[in-house]
Nanobody
Framework: QVQLVESGGGLVRPGRSLRLSCATS????????IGWFRQAPGKEREGVSY???????NYAESVKGRFTVSMDKANNTVYLQLTSLKPEDTAVYYC???WGDGTLTASDYRYWGQGTQVTVSS
């Protein structure tokens, strides 16, 4: 049974950092991609980043240079480091998984975590 559990969200001031975790079970990270998505109130879910089983990464233009995705296969966990946070980064952040290559399209992903709230405010 594939499961993903996000953690690490919280309330931070603009310019600060957070590290989100996506703990996985029931899957092989070597064969799948893990995507990070976010959804703000009243907005559609948008792709933020992904990492493939081979370590290839990609980022949305809005977070490029500020967010970094990484993978710890030994602990079946994927991380999303958020730096230089802005109020517009406020959203519920989700991780999700799909077979093969990654994309930033939510409908390509089958299994999802429950989300973790990130709020950036002074």
């Amino acid at each position: 049974q594939v499961q993903l559990v996000e953690s690490g969200g919280g309330l931070v001031r603009p310019g600060r950092s957070l590290r989100l975790s996506c703990a996985t079970s029931g899957l092989s990270l070597s064969l799948r991609s893990i995507g990070w998505f976010r959804q703000a109130p009243g907005k559609e879910r948008e792709g933020v980043s992904y990492i493939t089983g081979g370590g290839t990464t990609n980022y949305a233009e809005s977070v490029k240079g500020r967010f970094t995705v990484s993978m710890d296969k030994a602990n079946n966990t994927v991380y999303l480091q958020l730096t230089s946070l802005k109020p517009e980064d406020t959203a519920v952040y989700y991780c999700a998984t799909k077979w093969g290559d990654g994309t930033l399209t939510a409908s390509d992903y089958r299994y999802w975590g429950q989300g973790t709230q990130v709020t950036v405010s002074s």
